[in-house]
């Protein structure tokens, strides 16, 4: 079993949020996790200190701790704004070749999800800023529907990481789709809008969850983690993230990439 590493970048600031409700509810939420103690006081103020600094990403600091450890992670860009998504296409941009000049793939991360030209205005505007010819995407929130591989794969996308199944890689045309199997939300939050979940609890779910793809022969385990957690403010995310590179690194996995995965399918080995 190989291991694919991803990360989502839902946010660059949080002044880009003055026109929807993700500031209040950040409020909320951390109010919430710090009185049922799963934050504490030094992360509570952390991400206070982060709101006022303008700060909700962490794109360097992730990537600094990926090429240091050899994780050959994809970082998913959206060029389009809804659900909470909300930065500038200079901010995407900025990011997309930034992330690009660190050595790392990047994608789309997607909005559209069952209208054809909506798929496709975003394949386009991303292709033009990244200047890449083939790449993929996974979409924001995972939202899909019974038709989204199939446009995907008509908008002209190389591969899809959307659909949430403990299965192997498929091919939908000549999409390849490489569903998602540890998500550092659900993982954090087990039917919860906020953290229920120790650090603990969540190493102990992901142990299950890698050891029942093991047995269910999966060849390519995909993970995401979103790199606005890479912060000492979301202490056990970061901790738990660096716990899943290293254990991984232990017990021998290998990490690996989309492109290579494909590669790899394509030609049966």
């Known amino acids: 079993m190989k ?3 991803s990360h989502d970048v839902d946010h660059i600031t949080a002044w880009e949020h003055k026109k929807d409700l993700t500031i209040p509810k950040f409020i909320f939420r951390n109010s919430i996790e710090l009185a049922i103690r799963k934050a504490g006081f030094r992360e509570y103020f952390l991400r206070f200190m982060e709101l006022a600094k303008n ?4 794109l360097e600091e ?7 450890n050899k994780v050959p992670s994809t970082f998913f860009v959206g060029v389009n704004n809804g659900l909470g998504l909300a930065y500038s296409l200079d901010d995407a ?8 000049e660190n050595g790392f793939d990047v994608g789309v991360h997607g909005i559209e999800f069952d209208n054809f030209w909506g798929i496709k205005k975003e394949y386009e505007v991303f292709e033009n800023l990244s200047d890449l010819k083939k790449f993929g995407i996974r979409m924001h929130y995972l939202n899909n529907s019974e038709h ?7 908008a002209g996308y190389l591969f899809d990481s959307t659909l949430d199944r403990l299965e192997n890689p498929f091919k939908t045309g000549n999409l390849w789709e490489f569903p998602l199997h540890i998500m550092d939300s659900c993982i954090f939050h087990q039917n919860s809008r906020w953290q229920n979940q120790t650090l603990d609890q969540a190493k102990s779910t992901t142990q299950r969850t890698i050891e029942e793809a093991d047995k269910k022969g999966i060849n390519y385990l995909t993970v995401l983690f979103h790199d606005r957690y890479f912060s000492n403010s979301f202490r056990s ?8 590179v290293f254990s991984l690194k232990d017990t021998g996995f290998e990490f690996t990439t989309y492109r290579e995965a494909i590669r790899q399918l394509e030609k049966g080995e």
């Open 148 to 154: 989204t591989l199939k446009l995907l794969d008509e």
């Open 55 to 58: 700060k909700f990403q962490n």
């Open 237 to 244: 995310w970061k901790d738990w993230y660096a716990w899943v």
């Open 3 to 5: 291991i694919i590493i």
């Open 62 to 68: 992730l990537m600094g701790f990926d090429k240091e």
């Open 93 to 100: 941009n900025y990011w997309i070749k930034k992330i690009i």
